[in-house]
């Protein structure tokens, strides 16, 4: 390590045409200028953007003596986290550090074994700053994304790579064959398990979880929309709160624009709260109450502070005009929205 450090100082200083790292040119007085560079980034910019909902999660095991490290993603203001479940397995304590260091005990709401996946719940004196996920289906190989999480106990710690493929499927130590997986180049190491792959907008397009070993610039991602499937499952309204309202949601993909992606009703169940509403299949929804719609995840989410008999306003798109229609919204659901 230290014959590393030594090389790169090495070159570094060795550079006599480079001043600052940008190269210097003689002007018309013979005076040496700097030509300078923009500095701040779309990395950079990702990076700063997302820094605050990005946490440390530190877990005491039966199996060792040392707490171990992982890292996880703010997804809900109130305290949800997610990260991989390997990250918990085998807990006796799990500790969550937030980006201004405070220290939070964090219990598990949920584990999902066959997508290695875990949400985490903590109780914060604030509302946290949640990281949306965003749409998976348009990725490209070839394009750049950005890696942060805490290898080897170095906290924040970027790495940026490419997408090398998707669609990749890995088997775990386990036996658990992971699916629809995104093959990055970023640098993986122990420690970044539950942390954010970014695009170059800094959108969530998903979560760490597996390098090859035996390899280098080998690693693998779970796919946004995996993630967004099993949170919309595991933490939806009906599961926490026994309300339901109807509606079976999808997110389209926009190319170009402003917003990336719009949530769509793909449809609506019989004798439902939406139906009721006159939510109509076709319709992109904008807000449920005050809540901002940007993914599937979000409609569920919308309704946590809702109860059963309660009227929520839902602002729709429809033939390019926004509609806000009243939904009562139900309790136990008797009918659910085809899937």
Not at 84 to 91: L, P
Not at 143 to 150: F, K, N, S
């Amino acid at each position: 390590m230290r014959a590393t450090w030594a090389l790169a100082t090495l070159v570094a200083l060795s550079g006599s045409a480079f001043v600052g790292g940008a190269e210097t040119e003689k002007g018309q007085k013979g005076q040496t200028s700097t030509a300078r560079f923009p500095r701040e980034t779309p990395t950079v910019l990702a990076v700063r953007k997302t820094k605050d909902s990005i946490v440390t999660i530190k877990v005491a095991k039966k199996t060792s003596r040392k707490d171990t490290v992982g890292t996880g993603v703010i997804v809900d203001e109130r305290g949800y986290i997610v990260t991989n479940r390997h990250v918990i397995a085998n807990h006796v304590e799990i500790k969550v550090v937030l980006a201004d260091n405070t220290l939070c005990l964090a219990e598990v709401d949920f584990e999902d074994e066959s997508n290695d996946l875990a949400v985490l719940k903590i109780s914060a004196s604030r509302k946290l700053k949640a990281l949306p996920l965003g749409p998976a289906t348009d990725l490209m190989v070839g394009e750049e994304v950005i890696a942060i999480g805490h290898p080897y106990g170095y906290i924040n710690t970027v790495s940026k790579g490419i997408i090398s493929a998707t669609g990749r499927e890995v088997e775990m130590p386990g036996g658990v064959i992971l699916k629809d997986l995104i093959q990055i180049t970023a640098s993986i190491n122990p420690g970044n398990s539950g942390g954010p792959l970014l695009n170059i907008n800094g959108e969530l397009i998903g979560i760490n979880v597996a390098l090859r070993q035996d390899a280098q610039n080998i690693a693998f991602a779970l796919n946004a929309d995996t993630v967004q499937r099993v949170l919309t499952r595991r933490l939806s309204a009906s599961r926490k709160l026994g309300v339901y309202h109807g509606m079976d949601c999808r997110e389209k993909v926009e190319p170009e624009g402003e917003v990336h992606s719009r949530v769509l009703v793909h449809d609506v169940a019989e004798n439902t709260p939406a139906a009721s509403a006159g939510v109509k299949e076709g319709d992109e929804i904008v807000k449920l109450g005050d809540f901002q719609i940007v993914n599937r995840f979000d409609v569920e989410r919308a309704l946590w502070d809702v109860r059963s008999g309660e009227t929520v306003a839902v602002t729709v798109v429809r033939g390019g005009r926004q509609v806000q229609v009243p939904m009562k919204i139900g309790g136990e659901a008797q009918h659910t929205a085809s899937r």
